[in-house]
């Protein structure tokens, strides 16, 4: 029996129908699972199908047989899952995977999982019940992972057999199950890996997948400590070439077993920001992946910090790793002490800060001493601003020490990483193309960092009809926000659209699942509020923006970055007279005149539409004239409060004082504006639209989207 065989055996399961499945003679079998922590056990999610709508009403109707005993179990999350539990499924969608829970199996064994994308191409084994002899019995098997994409591993040299799908496929170098099997394609084995487990995080629920690796990483840790002689650390130290430098298997087992006893993150976007920044110091570059991870875990960050690109050839090879894992870890230290001051255990910060300063010794001269300060605040019993953290100091002896802030840390340039506090990671970038094809609207969701690196995350270059907008862009944005907020930072929404969709409700949008119903959730749950309610959601223009700014533009910008700002009517008979069918218009050559001739400061206000008719023309000309902010209602059909709203306007604008503190107070005027008993103050906001369009704002005059040619 091999390494791998002798390992994964006791964690490898049968899945079957409870009682008569039991029977390994019997005709009750339905596929293969594996445990991946204490009382967690992985599936594929066809294979937990096969016992029909008990199964999809969360019922105690999957059973499991493994060398430790049997029990039944119940399926907690699943994807894709049926809308209804009768629902028969001809066809299982990626990732199909299944998690389930079976209480009575808290002593199993369990599997490693890798933390990271699998690696290409890579020897792989496979593992999973079947009856292809003829008897039921452990099928292993020895083959290839080829290729893969996001969502699937194409495996040669062996096929899945019958009953194997849901089983583990193994990386034979690093020792970690990278994939579920899922069946057989054309020519190839087909598996998902197990990175695929994130999908299942936005689900209802999704969050039990914090306790799950928390309890895998504090299983694997206790059972290395307790020196046994199969368990999954010691057999790839056994694989691992011995002198070889890096991250070694024991290390990466003590730091995810002490990374699991702090407070998760709250999402990519968190954990993202701190590997960025770690990469930016140990590449001396910044450096930044052209594919967009979806790390939901401490311990996947650190997994996307092994192998660097060693960009300066100063390091030699694997020698970035370990430089970039422990100062990766010092930064999870010190941002949870920053920011989870009320839920993180100060015994587990210790505990982490102290292995870290520890192995810190190992690390190149430069980032040890890096290590060493980020550090000393929690080692010290203080935090970022010397206060107590604790009442008694961290180390329980009453001593505070001396807090570091970045004014006292006094150290060479070389050897600084920069702490931005108070943004979030990235900006999402919503852009819509103009219209091709009958009314098909090209779009794409963007990264932007700092207000300058622009980063792709997705998009259709084919479009969508209009009222398809909405319900398309809702899964990507909320993605991409997930990876563009930082803790308690959230990111901004920009959408850079054609001027007929100026009037798009954005800041409205619900980010609900595909396929379900906004009434099930609640508006006031903040994954689910309008985005304008939690967040800063402004418009900027398409067609300017694909052209070198002009100068009018720049000049009209800095006065509104300066302040302080007013009111001017972007229609100027509407603030008077309102905008009804028998108002006088202002021609257009006046309102040119006018708008270019406003002071400086000035921002348009229009308490109608903008997208159509005379609030369209009046927007082109304000945008012509150069303004780079205006304030406009979408909602504006009642035309006899115009006075009034551009009058409320324009202290709204007086208040703020410039671009800075108008892009800093929409979000609360949004919030206001619903809130009943604000309506007196706040109501006139109902529905009001910001353009807030800077001229030096990526992406910069870059090349229009736009459906791609027919063919001929």
Not at 231 to 251: A, F, V
Not at 489 to 517: M, S, T
């Amino acid at each position: 029996m091999s390494a791998f065989q002798r390992i994964v055996r006791p964690s490898l399961a049968r899945i079957v129908e409870p009682g008569e499945g039991y029977d390994q003679h019997g005709d009750h079998y339905w596929g293969s699972g594996f445990f991946i922590a204490p009382e967690w056990l992985l599936t594929c999610a066809h294979v937990v199908g096969k016992g029909g709508a008990a199964v999809w009403r969360s019922e105690q109707a999957v059973g499991v047989v493994w060398q430790g005993g049997t029990a039944t179990g119940k399926v907690v999350l699943a994807k894709p899952r049926p809308s209804v539990p009768d629902e028969n499924r001809s066809r299982w969608e990626l990732p199909d995977i299944a998690l389930v829970h079976v209480p009575d199996a808290r002593e199993a064994p369990c599997v490693w999982l890798s933390e990271r994308p699998p690696s290409i191409p890579a020897e792989i084994s496979l593992h999973g019940w079947s009856r292809e002899t003829g008897d039921l019995g452990v099928r292993d098997g020895l083959g290839q992972a080829q290729a893969h994409d996001t969502r699937t591993l194409l495996l040669t040299g062996v096929l899945p057999v019958a009953g194997v799908s849901g089983g583990p496929v193994v990386d034979r170098e690093s020792g970690a199950v990278i994939a579920v099997v899922k069946g057989v394609g054309r020519r190839e084995g087909v598996a998902v890996p197990v990175t695929a487990l994130r999908e299942l995080y936005d689900l209802p629920g999704g969050d039990v997948l914090h306790t799950v690796l928390r309890e895998h990483d504090r299983h694997h840790l206790r059972r290395y400590r307790d020196g046994g002689s199969d368990d999954w650390t010691r057999t790839q130290l056994e694989l691992r070439t011995r002198g070889m430098p890096g991250l070694t298997p024991d290390l990466r087992v003590h730091l995810y077993g002490l990374l699991a006893e702090l407070p998760p993150p709250s999402g990519p976007g968190e954990v993202l920001d701190l590997v960025d920044k770690v990469k930016s110091r140990v590449l001396a570059d910044d450096y930044r992946s052209p594919i967009e991870p979806d790390p939901r875990t401490w311990r996947e960050g650190a997994g996307l910090l092994h192998d660097l690109p060693d960009i300066q050839g100063k390091a030699k090879p694997r020698e970035l790793d370990l430089d970039a894992v422990l100062l990766y870890a010092a930064k999870v230290a010190r941002h949870t002490a920053l920011t989870r001051r009320d839920t993180a255990a100060p015994d587990a910060l210790r505990d982490l800060a102290d292995w870290v300063t520890y192995r810190s010794e190992m690390a190149r001269a430069p980032i040890a001493e890096e290590i060493g300060r980020a550090l000393a605040p929690i080692l010290t019993g203080t935090d970022l601003t010397g206060t107590d953290l604790t009442g008694t100091g961290l180390n329980g002896t009453g001593l505070t020490g001396t807090g570091l802030t970045g004014t006292d840390v006094q150290s060479p340039p070389a050897i600084t990483v920069r702490e931005s506090r108070g943004q979030a990671r990235a900006d999402v970038l919503v852009e819509v193309g103009d219209p091709d094809y009958g009314g098909r609207y090209p779009w794409s969701v963007k990264l932007l960092f700092d207000g300058r690196d622009v980063s792709p995350f997705d998009g259709d270059d084919s479009g969508v009809p209009r009222s398809l907008l909405r319900k398309t862009l809702r899964a990507p944005l909320a993605d991409a926000l997930r990876h563009g907020d930082s803790g308690e930072n959230l990111a901004a929404v920009e959408a850079l659209l054609p001027r007929q969709l100026f009037d798009e409700p954005l800041d409205a949008w619900r980010l609900i699942p595909d396929g379900a119903d906004e009434d099930d959730y609640d508006e006031w749950d903040p994954p689910y509020m309008p985005l304008g309610r939690r967040r800063v959601v402004v418009i900027r223009d398409r067609r300017r923006n694909g052209r070198d700014a002009i100068p009018e533009w720049r000049r009209l910008w800095n006065a509104a970055a300066d302040g302080p700002l007013a009111a001017v009517p972007l229609r100027d008979e509407a603030a008077v007279s309102g905008h009804g069918p028998s108002v006088r218009r202002e021609s257009k050559p006046a309102a040119f005149g006018r708008l270019m001739g406003a002071e400086r400061g000035s921002v348009p206000v229009y308490c109608g539409h903008v997208e159509h008719g005379d609030g369209f023309a009046a927007m082109s000309t304000a945008l012509a004239a150069g303004h780079p902010l205006a304030l406009w209602r979408r909602n504006g059909q009642n035309h006899d409060d115009c006075q009034e709203f551009h009058h409320r306007a324009g202290r709204f604008l007086a208040k703020v004082g410039s671009a800075a503190g108008l892009r800093d107070r929409i979000q609360e005027l949004r919030v206001h504006a619903s809130t009943p008993e604000l309506a007196a103050d706040s109501g006139w906001a109902a529905g009001v639209a910001f353009l807030f369009d800077p001229p030096d704002r990526p992406p910069y005059g870059t090349e229009a989207i736009s459906p791609p040619p027919m063919e001929s």
